[in-house]
């Protein structure tokens, strides 16, 4: 098969029909940019709740999974013992 280079050469020069070329050096209009102009970007609400979301994932201690399971299986079998001493303590030192 034999590729010619000359027929690409007109593909690229033509226009589709009732097309005007493009004048790249006027802005006129709201739209135009101007020297001062700068990007910005701005973050929906859902996407500053899930930034929140994930700094106060980060910031969470690590799970302990075997300690989970343990206490499950406690609750489960009905051995487990609230601590009452040690949650009074902890109420006693959040109301301080």
């Keep these: 098969m034999k590729i010619e280079n000359g027929s690409i050469h007109s593909l690229a020069s033509s226009r589709p ?3 005007s070329p493009v004048d790249r050096t006027s802005h006129s ?3 135009a ?3 001062n102009t700068k990007d910005r970007a701005e973050l929906s ?3 500053r709740i899930l930034a929140k979301a994930r700094h106060a994932l980060n910031e969470s201690p690590e799970v ?3 300690r989970i399971e343990q206490l ?3 609750i489960e079998g009905g051995t ?3 601590p009452l001493e040690a949650l009074a303590n902890h109420l006693l030192k959040l109301l301080k």
């Design 45 to 47: 609400e859902q996407a």
């Design 29 to 31: 209009g709201e739209n």
């Design 33 to 35: 940019p101007t020297s």
């Design 64 to 66: 302990r999974n075997e």
């Design 72 to 74: 499950r299986q406690q």
């Design 17 to 19: 029909q009732g097309a």
């Design 80 to 82: 487990y013992n609230i």
